[in-house]
């Protein structure tokens, strides 16, 4: 579990999160949601400790950012997977090495070991046949499910996901949405994932954090979502005409 | 105080890729890795370039030489003196901020722009020491480079003097007269400091640029114009501290 309590960050006189505070839930697929340039990706970014807050506290399972110093944080970092929105594969390493690097670089496992978990990661993401592929040989999906494979792979207790969609084709998207809820569940982890997709929020949202301008605006579950009152999030969510009318037959 | 902000995370840069180091076995990997990137890849591209300077040095070197009073021995001397002092560690050096220069920039610059520098970083790993160690310690061999540039330029002087009919003899005498051995210390000295400013530099702007695609061709240009200026002025300062 995460808790966020009156988290500020500004960039030069930019106030880009303005005192949010709100709850990741263990063993959930929480999400933060808003439209572009309402603050998601510096509050995930304040989360996995890559932008110090200005003010305010993260608290990790109980243990507060404040109290840590910069060993705490290298090893709450190996804790943490993430998943970018680009995937941030090695493009020089194949599938196997992307998935191994951090078992390599960071545990004193031996080669086979490292080797027998990575090729349990990649099972769980369905490429076993691509072991030897390099990254610019992969569709975008399967690229996405080698970033989760590497994230996975050091059993974090904490993933992160940055727009895990982003230039997915619906049905792809789906699948990737799916495959981040069963692991969440299976590894009973803590997830955090920023989107702005709307079949997400509908399909995985268990918890759902809405930012508007850098503040909480609204939080709730997927089901919730339905029945709010909330102006901005009922707009932001039935933005299209299609989802407008499908709202008159809810 | 721009400059001075920059000129300041320059130096925090080069320390901080001490720090945190990854496993000495990874580390061995990637400086391997980089000596053959940054340094045998070089090798091809530095003597073809030495051979034909080292010739045409000689040559225009002949051609200022017509009075009959001055020997032919000269021609090596001046060759020699050229290549030693100047073009083989100094230009020779800028030529390779161009190559191996805008390798750095570029290879850095697309690890940020994709988003892997900050997965090496969300993982834990120190990328400074991760992308930057390996490429300081590769260039540490770079005076095996300027040494093959030196021999290779001169071979070129002396293949250009044979050609156009002045004995080999004069040439090798030219060698090897008023040899003073502080200037290769010299030759040296600089060439180790060129080393240090190419690993640096252009991991400094690939490192820190900012945006896309088309701002890595940017930082890549601006870090070959950043080494030059600096070698340039790094080689006036060794120059007026060790030899005037």
């Known amino acids: ?250 | 105080m721009f400059y001075l902000s920059d000129i300041g995370k320059y130096f925090i840069m080069i320390r901080m890729s001490f720090f945190k180091p990854c496993k000495w076995k990874i580390l061995r990997k990637l400086i391997f890795k980089e000596i053959n990137d940054l340094i045998i890849e070089s090798i091809p591209i530095v003597s073809i370039l030495s051979f034909f300077i080292g010739a045409v040095i000689s040559i225009q070197t002949a051609l200022n030489l017509s009075s009959p009073f001055l020997s032919k021995s000269l021609i090596g001397f001046a060759t020699r003196q050229s290549v030693i002092l100047e073009f083989a560690p100094t230009f020779m050096s800028i030529i390779m901020a161009g190559k191996v220069g805008s390798f750095i920039t570029s290879s850095i610059g697309t690890m940020r722009v994709t988003e892997q520098i900050d997965a090496l970083e969300v993982m834990g790993i120190n990328p400074l020491n991760y992308l930057v160690f390996p490429k300081i310690i590769a260039l540490l061999f770079y005076p095996f480079v300027i040494t093959i540039a030196m021999f290779v330029a001169i071979f070129g002087g002396f293949l250009a003097m044979t050609f156009a009919g002045v004995s080999g003899e004069a040439f090798i005498t030219g060698i090897q007269m008023d040899f003073e051995p502080y200037h290769i210390i010299y030759a040296y000295i600089k060439t180790f400091l060129f080393a240090i400013i190419l690993a640096t530099v252009p991991s400094f702007h690939g490192f820190y640029m900012k945006g896309g695609a088309l701002e890595v061709g940017k930082a890549s240009t601006l870090s070959f114009v950043w080494t030059s200026i600096i070698i340039i002025v790094v080689n006036f300062i060794t120059t007026q501290l060790l030899l005037s």
């Open chain 1, 1 to 250: 579990m995460i808790e966020v309590k009156n988290l500020i960050k500004s960039f030069d006189e930019n106030e880009i999160v303005k005192d949010v505070s709100t709850t990741f839930i263990k063993g959930k697929t929480n999400l933060i949601i808003g439209q572009s340039g309402s603050g998601k990706t510096v509050l995930l970014k304040c989360l996995l400790g890559l932008y110090a807050p200005d003010s305010g506290e993260i608290i990790y399972d109980g243990v507060s950012n404040k109290m840590m110093n910069d060993s705490n944080k290298t090893l709450l970092r190996r804790e943490m997977g993430m998943v970018f929105q680009g995937s941030a594969l090695f493009d020089s390493m194949t599938v196997l090495e992307n998935v191994k690097f951090p078992l390599t670089m960071l545990t004193e496992k031996d080669d086979e070991e490292v080797r027998q978990r990575a090729e349990i990661a990649i099972q769980r993401v369905d490429l076993e046949k691509d072991f030897n592929k390099l990254p610019s040989e992969l569709s975008g999906g399967m690229q996405k499910r080698v970033a989760i494979a590497r994230a996975i792979v050091m059993n974090p207790k904490y993933l992160f996901c940055d727009e895990p969609n982003s230039g997915l084709d619906p049905k792809t998207a789906i699948i990737i949405d799916k495959l981040i809820q069963e692991i969440t569940k299976e590894f009973n982890i803590t997830t955090i994932v920023n989107s702005h997709d709307m079949n997400s929020v509908m399909e995985i949202g268990e918890k759902i954090l809405f930012l508007v301008n850098g503040e909480k605006n609204w939080e709730g579950t997927n089901k919730e979502i339905f029945k709010t009152d909330n102006q901005s999030i009922s707009d932001f969510v039935y933005s299209s005409e299609l989802l407008k009318k499908v709202k008159k037959y809810l």
